[in-house]
C-alpha cells in the first residue's frame, strides 16, 4: 500500500503478498489506509515499510500485530530507504513472527474478552518529528522486556471472518557482549503536529476472502473444473436408503468441495449489488459477509 511519499507490504519468503479491496480514510489526526491480505499457517512473515522522499524531519515506524506492540524503529531527517521487522525482540532474545490456526470456544464466558478484538491485524504507524541525538553513560548491563502474549482460545463469535492469529515462534538467543561503562549516543525522537499515517493489513485464510468476495477466485483447469462439476452432482434415486459407498477420507473433502462451491455461489449472486469504486488512486470493493453452511448429517 502507498500513501504520499511511504508504502508499506507484509512479506512472506522475502515476496510481497497481494493486497485486496484497499480503502483510504483521512482525519486531521491520521491518515489510514486498510487492505486485506491472505495469510497461510506455520508461514513466517515480516513488514516492509519505505520512505522515496527526502524530507527536514525524523520519522518513527512502530509495529503492532494483534494489538501486540512488537517493535520501533526512528530514522534521521533525509533518510531515504527501506525497513524490514520480522520479529520480537529484547536484549537476551528474538522471536519470529508466524501466521498460526485460531482456536475458537463456544464457551459464553470468552464472548466479552476485549484482549481479541485486535486479533486478525497487522498494524504499522508511521509518525514524523523531531529527531535528535543525545549523550548516555552505557554501563554494560541491557535492559531486557518481558514479553508476554496471550495465545488463548477465542469465542466463535467475536472472530467470524478470521481463521489465523499470529504466534511468536522460538526464541532465538543474542550475542550479548558485556562492555565497560563507556559514552553513547540514543535517539530522542518528539513527533510533531503532522497527521500520523497508518497501514492497516487484515489477515485471514484465502478461501475466506475468496468466498467474501473480497480475492478473486483461483484460476483452474477447465477440465479440472469440469471433472469437479461432474464430481459434486448429486443423484437422487427413489428406493430404500443406501449408505454410501465412498470411504470416510474420501467422504470429508466432497462435503468441503460443496461448501466451497456454495460459497462461490453466495459470493457470485451478492456481488451483483456491488458497485466498485475508486479511492485516491486506490481499487475498493465492499466485503460480502460469510456464511457457512453445515452440509454434514449427524
Same mark, same amino acid.
Given at each position: 500500500?502507498?500513501?504520499?511519499?511511504?508504502?508499506?507490504?507484509?512479506?512472506?519468503?522475502?515476496?510481497?503478498?497481494?493486497?485486496?479491496?484497499?480503502?483510504?480514510? $483521512?482525519?486531521?489526526?491520521?491518515?489510514?489506509?486498510?487492505?486485506?491480505?491472505?495469510?497461510?499457517?506455520?508461514?513466517?512473515?515480516?513488514?516492509?515499510?519505505?520512505?522515496?522522499?527526502?524530507?527536514?524531519?525524523?520519522?518513527?515506524?512502530?509495529?503492532?500485530?494483534?494489538?501486540?506492540?512488537?517493535?520501533?524503529?526512528?530514522?534521521?531527517?533525509?533518510?531515504?530507504?527501506?525497513?524490514?521487522?520480522?520479529?520480537?525482540?529484547?536484549?537476551?532474545?528474538?522471536?519470529?513472527?508466524?501466521?498460526?490456526?485460531?482456536?475458537?470456544?463456544?464457551?459464553? $464466558?470468552?464472548?466479552?474478552?476485549? $484482549?481479541?478484538?485486535?486479533?486478525?491485524?497487522?498494524?504499522?504507524?508511521?509518525?514524523?518529528?523531531?529527531?535528535?541525538?543525545?549523550?548516555?553513560?552505557?554501563?554494560?548491563?541491557?535492559?531486557?522486556?518481558?514479553?508476554?502474549?496471550?495465545? $488463548?482460545?477465542?469465542?466463535?463469535?467475536?472472530?467470524?471472518?478470521?481463521?489465523?492469529?499470529?504466534?511468536?515462534?522460538?526464541?532465538?538467543?543474542?550475542?550479548?557482549?558485556?562492555?565497560?561503562?563507556?559514552?553513547?549516543?540514543?535517539?530522542?525522537?518528539?513527533?510533531?503536529?503532522?497527521?500520523?499515517?497508518?497501514?492497516?493489513?487484515?489477515?485471514?485464510?484465502?478461501?475466506?476472502?475468496?468466498?467474501?468476495?473480497?480475492?478473486?477466485?483461483?484460476?483452474?483447469?477447465?477440465?479440472?473444473?469440469?471433472?469437479?462439476?461432474?464430481?459434486?452432482?448429486?443423484?437422487?434415486?427413489?428406493? =430404500?436408503?443406501?449408505?454410501?459407498?465412498?470411504?470416510?477420507?474420501?467422504?470429508? =473433502?466432497?462435503?468441503?468441495?460443496?461448501?466451497?462451491?456454495?460459497?462461490?455461489?453466495?459470493?457470485?449472486?451478492?456481488?451483483?449489488?456491488?458497485?466498485?469504486?475508486?479511492?485516491?488512486?486506490?481499487?475498493?470493493?465492499?466485503?460480502?459477509?460469510?456464511?457457512?453452511?453445515?452440509?454434514?448429517?449427524?
Amino acid at each position: 500500500m502507498i500513501f504520499g511519499d511511504l508504502s508499506a507490504c507484509v512479506f512472506v519468503d522475502d515476496q510481497e503478498l497481494p493486497e485486496y479491496a484497499a480503502v483510504v480514510s $483521512s482525519t486531521p489526526m491520521e491518515n489510514r489506509i486498510t487492505c486485506w491480505i491472505a495469510s497461510e499457517e506455520g508461514k513466517k512473515f515480516g513488514v516492509r515499510w519505505m520512505n522515496a522522499t527526502e524530507q527536514s524531519w525524523g520519522i518513527q515506524a512502530a509495529v503492532s500485530i494483534d494489538g501486540v506492540h512488537c517493535a520501533r524503529q526512528t530514522v534521521r531527517p533525509s533518510w531515504v530507504g527501506m525497513k524490514d521487522c520480522t520479529h520480537w525482540g529484547n536484549a537476551s532474545f528474538t522471536k519470529d513472527f508466524m501466521f498460526s490456526n485460531l482456536e475458537l470456544t463456544d464457551d459464553d $464466558s470468552m464472548l466479552g474478552d476485549q $484482549s481479541s478484538n485486535d486479533i486478525g491485524q497487522i498494524v504499522l504507524k508511521v509518525e514524523t518529528g523531531e529527531y535528535t541525538k543525545v549523550q548516555v553513560v552505557d554501563h554494560g548491563i541491557s535492559r531486557t522486556r518481558t514479553f508476554r502474549v496471550r495465545e $488463548s482460545k477465542v469465542h466463535e463469535r467475536s472472530k467470524k471472518s478470521c481463521a489465523h492469529r499470529v504466534v511468536f515462534g522460538e526464541e532465538v538467543p543474542r550475542q550479548t557482549n558485556h562492555r565497560p561503562s563507556r559514552s553513547i549516543s540514543r535517539t530522542v525522537f518528539r513527533p510533531d503536529h503532522r497527521p500520523m499515517t497508518v497501514f492497516v493489513f487484515k489477515y485471514t485464510r484465502l478461501d475466506i476472502l475468496q468466498a467474501m468476495g473480497v480475492a478473486p477466485l483461483t484460476p483452474k483447469d477447465s477440465s479440472e473444473e469440469e471433472a469437479n462439476d461432474h464430481e459434486d452432482e448429486i443423484e437422487i434415486i427413489d428406493g =430404500p436408503y443406501e449408505p454410501s459407498s465412498l470411504p470416510l477420507n474420501a467422504v470429508k =473433502p466432497r462435503i468441503r468441495r460443496l461448501e466451497m462451491k456454495l460459497q462461490r455461489l453466495r459470493a457470485q449472486l451478492a456481488s451483483e449489488d456491488r458497485k466498485p469504486s475508486c479511492i485516491d488512486g486506490v481499487s475498493r470493493q465492499q466485503q460480502t459477509a460469510m456464511e457457512v453452511i453445515d452440509l454434514t448429517e449427524d
